[in-house]
């Protein structure tokens, strides 16, 4: 799996809109994204962005 | 919920001290204690380090360079795809990472001194305590198991000398032979874990003797990825594989050592290797420290991992009853971040955050053919984490080659990623 840390918040919060909607094909993280809503997405990818400690 | 506890002494001269410089005793930083040096201990104490908080990781494995050794992926050893030095993870990270490791077992908890007692009789003092024991065998659960049976009949429960003594003796047991597998009922630690282990003990016979037989009894008719297990073991173990449920009788009642034989409810079943996973409890310290109920585990609320039964010592990983989410390395891992960000926010005077928390479950059933479960939890109405409703859930039944390589491969990351998170 490729490493997350410091990728834009933009594109983390793409990505688990298109996993969570299921317009992105996935083998786990359409099950885990449907977990969270948007406010969570947004802080979950600000704090991968910001390198994920 | 109590609030930190500062040292009397501290208090009185802090206030004595008004207008003064501030003596350094007040400016003490909280200490926290995590027993346990597992995945979830590790972890926290990591965390704990991170958000500013003193913390003490109590394990007597740090005695020696050889460490923890790590359950996840231990299967995989039985199946012959990995060795036993690649499960081994020494303490050195964890020390490098500002942890203080005390290499001793703890013996008791007094929680009204807030003091943790060791093997050598020292005293360690806590303003917050972390207990991550996992669990022990419980050797009064299955008649004729005691430990004394586990030298001759190894669980493998726990990875280590349990892991190689089976390993041992599939190596030994002629091709033509019967091994027999004894699965317990819920709860216990790995829910997909026995049977992970009968497909990867397939897959060894099957490639080294493949004559030989693989009989799995269990205790009960349902199983964690069971659509998922069957449709592997049609494909890949036919022959070689056969699990009998609860019903039609695969509940182990009794088990003759002398005799190599497991006693169920309507059969004898002899076996030339015998794997027997008994029943489990928390560890040790965690009855000791009075946190466990009657059923062997550890009642906490879910938010902060708190013990119900005793105030200021917070409990997780396997040890702890966790409602939705399973006895895991993934969700003891999860739980030990929550619980480092509960603890610091208490010990600062503030209320923990509500989680949200996740936990995938990985099988490996074949070279590059890999199964999972997932799931997303929240505290719940009951007091304990429950489902987010329409999250996780299992794999595909019925999907391409290239998706069970992706889980093979995900599952190997995994390994990777938590084995760093904790001891790298």
Same mark, same amino acid.
């Given at each position: 799996?490729?490493?997350?840390?410091?990728?834009?918040?933009?594109?983390? =919060?793409?990505?688990?809109?298109?996993?969570?909607?299921?317009?992105?094909?996935? =083998?786990?993280?359409?099950?885990?994204?449907?977990?969270?809503?948007?406010?969570?997405?947004?802080?979950?990818?600000?704090?991968?962005?910001?390198?994920?400690? | 919920?109590?609030?930190?506890?500062?040292?009397?002494?501290? *208090?009185?001269?802090?206030?004595?001290?008004?207008?003064?410089?501030?003596?350094?005793?007040?400016?003490?930083?909280?200490?926290?204690?995590?027993?346990?040096?597992?995945?979830?201990?590790?972890?926290?104490?990591?965390?704990?380090?991170?958000?500013?908080?003193?913390?003490?990781?109590?394990?007597?494995?740090?005695?020696?360079?050889?460490?923890?050794?790590?359950?996840?992926?231990?299967?995989?050893?039985?199946?012959?795809?990995?060795?036993?030095?690649?499960?081994?993870?020494?303490?050195?990270?964890?020390?490098?990472?500002?942890?203080?490791?005390?290499?001793?077992?703890?013996?008791?908890?007094?929680?009204?001194?807030?003091?943790?007692?060791?093997?050598?009789?020292? &005293?360690?003092?806590?303003?917050?305590?972390? *207990?991550?024991?996992?669990?022990?065998?419980?050797?009064?659960?299955?008649?004729?198991?005691?430990?004394?049976?586990?030298?001759?009949?190894?669980?493998?429960?726990?990875?280590?000398?349990?892991?190689?003594?089976?390993?041992?003796?599939?190596?030994?047991?002629?091709?033509?032979?019967?091994?027999?597998?004894?699965?317990?009922?819920?709860?216990?630690?790995?829910?997909?874990?026995?049977?992970?282990?009968?497909?990867?003990?397939?897959?060894?016979?099957?490639?080294?003797?493949?004559?030989?037989?693989?009989?799995?009894?269990?205790?009960? &008719?349902?199983? @964690?990825?069971?659509?998922?297990?069957?449709?592997?073991?049609?494909?890949?173990?036919?022959?070689? *594989?056969?699990?009998?449920?609860? @019903?039609?009788?695969?509940?182990?009642?009794?088990?003759?050592?002398?005799?190599?034989?497991?006693?169920?409810?309507?059969?004898?079943?002899?076996?030339?290797?015998?794997?027997?996973?008994?029943?489990?409890?928390?560890?040790?310290?965690?009855?000791?420290?009075?946190?466990?109920?009657?059923?062997?585990?550890?009642?906490?609320?879910?938010?902060?991992?708190?013990?119900? *039964?005793?105030?200021?010592?917070?409990?997780?990983? &396997?040890?702890?009853?966790?409602?939705?989410?399973?006895? @895991?390395?993934?969700?003891?891992?999860?739980?030990?971040?929550?619980?480092?960000?509960?603890?610091?926010?208490?010990?600062?005077?503030?209320?923990?955050?509500?989680?949200?928390?996740?936990?995938?479950?990985?099988?490996?059933?074949?070279?590059?053919?890999?199964? @999972?479960?997932?799931?997303?939890?929240?505290?719940?109405?009951?007091?304990?984490?429950? &489902?987010?409703?329409?999250?996780?859930?299992?794999?595909?039944?019925?999907?391409?080659?290239?998706?069970?390589?992706?889980?093979?491969?995900?599952?190997?990351?995994?390994?990777?990623?938590?084995?760093?998170?904790?001891?790298?």
């Amino acid at each position: 799996m490729p490493p997350l840390a410091g990728r834009p918040a933009d594109e983390i =919060v793409t990505a688990m809109r298109a996993f969570r909607d299921g317009s992105r094909p996935a =083998v786990l993280m359409d099950r885990i994204a449907r977990g969270y809503g948007e406010a969570e997405t947004a802080a979950i990818a600000a704090w991968i962005a910001g390198g994920g400690r | 919920v109590t609030g930190p506890v500062l040292p009397r002494r501290a *208090l009185l001269a802090g206030s004595l001290a008004l207008g003064l410089a501030r003596p350094a005793i007040a400016q003490a930083r909280p200490r926290v204690v995590v027993v346990g040096g597992g995945f979830a201990g590790a972890i926290a104490a990591r965390a704990l380090v991170r958000l500013g908080v003193e913390a003490t990781l109590v394990d007597p494995a740090a005695a020696t360079g050889a460490g923890y050794v790590a359950c996840p992926f231990s299967n995989l050893v039985l199946g012959g795809l990995r060795t036993m030095a690649d499960q081994r993870f020494g303490y050195d990270g964890v020390r490098r990472a500002g942890v203080t490791v005390a290499a001793l077992a703890a013996t008791g908890v007094d929680a009204t001194a807030r003091r943790v007692r060791l093997a050598d009789g020292t &005293d360690l003092p806590y303003d917050r305590l972390i *207990l991550a024991p996992g669990v022990d065998m419980n050797f009064a659960a299955l008649p004729g198991y005691d430990a004394a049976a586990a030298e001759i009949l190894p669980h493998a429960w726990k990875a280590g000398p349990q892991t190689e003594r089976l390993a041992r003796q599939l190596d030994a047991m002629p091709d033509g032979g019967t091994v027999l597998m004894a699965v317990p009922p819920v709860p216990y630690r790995c829910p997909p874990g026995p049977y992970e282990r009968a497909s990867l003990i397939a897959h060894w016979l099957k490639t080294h003797k493949p004559r030989s037989k693989l009989i799995v009894l269990d205790a009960k &008719d349902q199983f @964690s990825k069971q659509r998922l297990f069957e449709e592997a073991w049609k494909a890949l173990y036919p022959g070689t *594989l056969e699990w009998v449920g609860q @019903s039609l009788g695969g509940r182990v009642t009794e088990v003759d050592v002398a005799g190599r034989t497991l006693v169920t409810e309507f059969d004898r079943h002899r076996g030339d290797v015998i794997n027997v996973i008994p029943p489990q409890r928390a560890g040790a310290i965690a009855a000791a420290a009075g946190v466990a109920d009657r059923s062997g585990w550890c009642p906490v609320e879910p938010v902060g991992f708190e013990s119900r *039964l005793v105030p200021g010592v917070h409990v997780i990983g &396997d040890a702890a009853i966790m409602g939705a989410m399973p006895k @895991s390395a993934f969700a003891a891992a999860d739980q030990a971040r929550v619980c480092a960000r509960a603890v610091a926010a208490l010990l600062a005077g503030g209320a923990p955050a509500t989680p949200k928390l996740a936990n995938t479950c990985w099988s490996v059933v074949a070279p590059d053919y890999g199964i @999972s479960v997932a799931g997303v939890y929240r505290p719940g109405p009951t007091g304990l984490l429950t &489902d987010i409703d329409g999250a996780g859930g299992i794999s595909p039944v019925g999907a391409a080659p290239a998706v069970r390589v992706a889980e093979a491969a995900h599952a190997a990351s995994w390994f990777d990623g938590i084995t760093a998170d904790a001891f790298g």
